[in-house]
Each structure stands twice: as C-alpha cells, then as structure tokens.
C-alpha cells in the first residue's frame, strides 16, 4: 500500500478499540445484569468501579438503560458504538463498503434495542455484527496494514479491559502474547520499553493491574 496518513492510521487503530470496547462491555453488561436482578440491585455501583467510569446513575433501572443507550452519556455503550462508526464511515475507502455494513448493522440493532423494554436479546445482535465485521475485515480487506492496526487497537482495548477487570494472569498474558505478535507486524512508532515492561509485568506472581493498564495505555506513540 502507499503511506497511510497519520490519521487514517488513528482511526483505524481506534476503530479496533472502540468496537472491542463495545463487544466486552455488553458481554459484561449481560454478565452483571443478571446478578443485579437476582442478588443485589446496587451491583451497578461495582460495575462502574471495574470499569473506571463515574458512578452517575441513580438506581438499577437508571444504569441499564443509560449506560446502554444514552448518547449523552460518553461512557455508554452507545456512544462508544459510534464513535466506532464515526471512523467507520470516514475508512470506507480503507475498510470496503461490506465491512462497514456490519458496523452499520450494529447501530441499527443498538437503535432497535433502546426502544425495547427487555433489549438483551437484541443488545446480542449488536454483539454478534461486531464479531461478524472482525471476520470480514480478516477475509475482504486486502491491506494487511489496515487489518492489522485494526486488530492491534482490538488487543491494546482488550489488554486495557482486561487489567482493569483483574482478569486471570494466563489470559493477560495471552493476550499479550497477540500484541506482541501484531505490533510486530506495523511500522509504527511504539514504545518498546512499555511493551517490553508490559510482558515483565504479566509474568509476575502478583500482576500490578493498575501499571499494566498505564503502560498500554500510552504504549502508541505521538
């Protein structure tokens, strides 16, 4: 391919996090909500705490249908859907009509879901068109370069997630392991001494989460 511009290079590195970002939190979404309704309805309140995000809500109800569907809210799982989107629509020509389709299709199921008032099965939808556009863009988009800052901001979103939620250490390091492999792959200006800090860090008995999430966070160069 030519030389990508500085930011098309942004967009679709971010077009992986963001759709990753959306994939994981719905599937902890789902997770706590059941939880919430069996057990104790304040568990929102621990959720917002693994995720890093303020605790704006005012009750159960509240959470489940702003954290999913507010636009206003930037932390929603809508507003991350689509600022997916927005790069989406601005890599047509990168990505291909087709795979961009699928992110479409997720903001219509998203769009279907919020006027739902029991919207989990459809909030799978969004799901499965996430996971469907990672399989497209793997088998239509020619460019390794494309796909590969795609699944490189997919594994960065993942890892960042990951040490927040305290995962197990062989899945942190799994995933790594994908970084890794990925980032070897891209003539991008990263910070090897992160990276390297990052796989001593998951090698540790007791992983610092908390220095695992800093470092990737600021693993991309300006």
Request: aromatic share 10%; hydrophobic share 40%.
């Amino acid at each position: 391919m030519g030389i990508m511009s500085v930011e098309n290079t942004d967009r679709l590195l971010w077009l992986g996090r963001y759709s990753e970002r959306v994939y994981t939190t719905l599937r902890l979404f789902a997770n706590y909500f059941d939880s919430m309704i069996d057990m104790n309805g304040d568990k929102y309140e621990e959720f917002c705490r693994s995720q890093d995000i303020p605790n704006i809500y005012t009750s159960l109800e509240d959470f489940s249908r702003r954290y999913c569907f507010d636009a206003e809210d930037i932390n929603s799982i809508y507003s991350n859907l689509m600022r997916a989107y927005d790069n989406a629509i601005v890599l047509r020509e990168e990505i291909g009509s087709e795979t961009l389709s699928y992110i479409q299709l997720a903001v219509y199921a998203m769009n279907k879901a919020a006027t739902q008032d029991a919207p989990l099965l459809t909030l799978q939808k969004v799901s499965d068109n996430i996971a469907a556009f990672w399989g497209i863009a793997d088998d239509t988009i020619d460019d390794s370069q494309v796909r590969d800052l795609i699944k490189l901001g997919k594994r960065i979103e993942r890892i960042d997630i990951y040490g927040r939620l305290h995962m197990k250490k062989d899945e942190l390091k799994r995933e790594v392991k994908r970084l890794n492999t990925r980032i070897g792959t891209l003539a991008l200006r990263y910070d090897h001494k992160k990276l390297m800090h990052i796989n001593y860090l998951v090698e540790e008995d007791e992983p610092d989460y908390k220095l695992i999430v800093e470092e990737v966070e600021a693993l991309i160069g300006e």
